[in-house]
């Protein structure tokens, strides 16, 4: 997916840096290096996740994987975002509204989590795509939303009875994915739960 519009202070750059290299605490300027970075502390925290899998799921367990994974990058690592982001002409939800949106999240979805491993299939994948559609139109955090996304996804996935999800699907067909988000905002979930049948099909 391409860049995101973002407003405020939180949208600044490494001064010096490569495009797109956001301002960072060790002061990495290149973009290839920062994407390292990001890739292999987001395979530890895969690994502290489920070598510590969780009996319950919150929000506050999110930020603090968020916190894990960036802590070392970047100063706002596991807080809400302070700055509206958009994509092209679409907004994900404002800012000012992210603490009760995700208090709503965490009652509509989260609490289910330990009851999942008694769902029938097509109410582990009704649940995944509509949990994956809402996280993503909350947009939580200033960066690394799709990937904490994943993890989730991955951690409800298991706790079901499943495989963490193969994305490749997803990767393929970007814009279907990301229309299916965006559709999701009147309610309507039925692409997202096709792509979730699709990937769990092929496991």
Not at 32 to 45: G, K, N, R, V
Not at 65 to 75: E, S
Request: glycine share 6%; charged share 25%.
């Amino acid at each position: 997916m391409s860049r995101y519009d973002v407003s405020g202070s939180e949208g600044s750059e490494e001064p010096g840096a490569d495009e797109g290299v956001l301002e960072n605490l060790p002061g990495i300027t290149s973009k290839s290096d920062i994407d390292d970075a990001e890739i292999e502390l987001l395979d530890a925290l895969y690994q502290n996740t489920f070598d510590n899998f969780p009996e319950q799921l919150t929000f506050d367990l999110i930020k603090a994987w968020h916190q894990r994974w960036f802590g070392n990058l970047y100063p706002w690592a596991g807080e809400f975002r302070s700055v509206n982001m958009s994509k092209g002409d679409f907004h994900f939800a404002a800012a000012n509204q992210l603490p009760m949106l995700a208090s709503g999240f965490e009652a509509d979805y989260l609490k289910q989590f330990v009851s999942l491993s008694e769902y029938d299939d097509e109410a582990v994948i009704q649940y995944l795509a509509e949990s994956h559609v809402e996280f993503i139109l909350i947009h939580p955090f200033r960066e690394g939303n799709g990937r904490i996304s994943r993890l989730l996804l991955d951690v409800m996935a298991v706790q079901a009875g499943f495989q963490p999800l193969d994305y490749t699907l997803w990767d393929e067909n970007k814009e279907f994915y990301f229309k299916s988000i965006q559709a999701g905002v009147s309610g309507d979930y039925q692409h997202l739960i096709r792509l979730v049948r699709d990937v769990l099909e092929q496991q």
